[in-house]
């Protein structure tokens, strides 16, 4: 049984709807499992603003928390989108991560939320993974990324998940349900949202696969998105 009991998604205005709502989604599927088989996981969205949270492509979604900066949960979750670049300069939001961090506790982070956790500080001489958007910045800023990037990478001594942009983060989570709930609860999952048919046994690894990134067109996305994602 696992010591994990909670799972919170960081909203914040501009969060990518994919990002947060693909892993989320996945979550809940789990928590509703184990439920029927007597154990309790509680998913939610947070954030620490009242009302109603203004997605990345215009969506209007409702805070299911009102964050307070002592809360903590077992899995403090970052997603990415346009407002990750304005939350990493948050100090709300980075003194969340860090306590988080600091005590133990598992940090993920998928697209621009990467860079999330790194104006956090809890990536100091982590090998991570990255979006393509942020495959230039963040090694010239210091991170240590993995090259070639692979779809997502779990650091289980130091509890972080990195992840990258939105089409990794359906095999993704799969995978970070099997670090956290084991196998036999991921590939459960899997079979049922039919990701073990498309991606196959590389959803139990702690490493994705290889993106096979396009060296003629990374350098027009980093130029136009680099610096949004994660302003100076």
């Not at 009991?5 to 184990?34: C, I, M, Y």
């Not at 600091?102 to 621009?112: D, H, I, L, R």
């Not at 993995?146 to 993704?172: C, L, N, Q, Y």
Request: negative net charge; aromatic residues 10%; hydrophobic residues 45%.
């Amino acid at each position: 049984m696992s010591n994990i009991k909670s799972v919170l998604f960081l909203g914040f205005p501009n969060f990518g709807e994919q990002d947060l709502f693909a892993a989320w989604e996945l979550f809940r599927s789990l928590a509703w499992t184990l439920f029927q088989q007597g154990q309790q996981l509680e998913v939610s969205i947070g954030s620490f603003k009242d009302g109603l949270i203004h997605t990345h492509m215009g969506a209007e979604v409702q805070s299911q928390k009102k964050l307070n900066p002592s809360d903590r949960f077992d899995v403090l979750y970052v997603p990415g989108g346009i407002g990750a670049g304005e939350a990493s300069k948050d100090p709300v939001v980075l003194d969340f991560i860090r306590a988080h961090h600091k005590e133990g506790k598992w940090v993920a982070a998928n697209c621009a939320g990467v860079g999330v956790l790194y104006r956090a500080g809890v990536l100091n001489g982590l090998q991570i993974t990255t979006p393509a958007t942020l495959y230039r910045r963040l090694p010239a800023l210091g991170a240590d990324v993995m090259s070639p990037r692979r779809a997502w990478k779990i650091d289980t001594e130091h509890k972080i998940f990195t992840s990258g942009g939105a089409a990794t983060v359906h095999p993704s989570t799969i995978a970070l349900v099997n670090e956290l709930f084991g196998e036999e609860a991921a590939r459960g999952l899997a079979t049922a949202w039919d990701s073990l048919a498309l991606h196959g046994e590389v959803l139990f690894d702690k490493q994705g696969p290889v993106m096979n990134d396009n060296p003629q067109s990374l350098p027009g996305l980093q130029d136009a998105f680099e610096k949004v994602f994660l302003p100076d």
